[in-house]
């Protein structure tokens, strides 16, 4: 049985569809509550790596990044074990065996070794400060990162796909001056112009290239 407000093409043969009742979120509760603690989950995992602890006069969250911060949460959440068994192992029998990352937290990650060996970087370094954004896959484990040298030193934000990574201490979007933010608020937007990607016409948010990002809002359609 499905219980959807819409269902499109994806009925499936000898699957009994009910309508909910539009508007009505106690006829669909249970996904709406979950739609509620994704949307929680998301805000908070935002402030917490992009807001300095001070509660006056703190900078708003970086809301360019939230498609990124819903990524990590429902990655860090189906890969934790809340009541006993994670909802990955209950759906592949084992527990998860990749490291776990906070949202924004400080890494330092390695160059790719054909840029490592290149003439032009023989004598740079070897890797970069930067910012975790996200999981870019699992299967090898990759990872989003933001380039915190290019920013800092270049004003220029890149935000790389790479799976060579060590944790730090410390989340340096914290620490990122009002001319930074803006910098980086301006790019996330223009990336979003600049792929398939929209903005929401009900949230206002800008939907980037994260896999699986939908609007969160309540009955509303899923952004493009």
Request: net charge neutral; aromatic share 8%.
């Amino acid at each position: 049985m499905l219980r959807a407000t819409r269902i499109g093409d994806r009925r499936n043969q000898g699957t009994e569809h009910q309508l909910s009742v539009p508007d009505d979120h106690v006829t669909n509760a249970r996904i709406e509550r979950f739609g509620r603690t994704v949307q929680d989950g998301a805000r908070t995992t935002l402030i917490h790596g992009c807001c300095p602890p001070a509660a006056s006069g703190a900078p708003a969250p970086l809301e360019g990044l939230f498609p990124y911060a819903v990524n990590t949460w429902m990655h860090n959440y189906n890969r934790t074990a809340v009541t006993g068994v994670s909802p990955y192992e209950r759906r592949f029998g084992k527990p998860p065996t990749e490291p776990l990352f906070a949202f924004g937290q400080a890494l330092y990650a390695t160059l790719p070794s054909e840029q490592r060996e290149s003439k032009e970087h023989r004598f740079l370094a070897r890797g970069y400060h930067g910012a975790f954004l996200g999981y870019a896959g699992t299967s090898p484990a990759s990872y989003f990162v933001l380039d915190l040298d290019a920013l800092l030193q270049k004003d220029t934000v890149v935000i790389r796909t790479t799976r060579a990574v060590t944790a730090r201490d410390g989340y340096p979007l914290r620490n990122l001056t009002d001319a930074q933010r803006s910098r980086l608020v301006e790019s996330m937007e223009r990336e979003a112009l600049a792929t398939d990607a929209c903005k929401c016409p009900d949230c206002g948010l800008w939907v980037t290239a994260v896999p699986a990002l939908l609007c969160l809002l309540p009955g509303q359609e899923a952004c493009a």
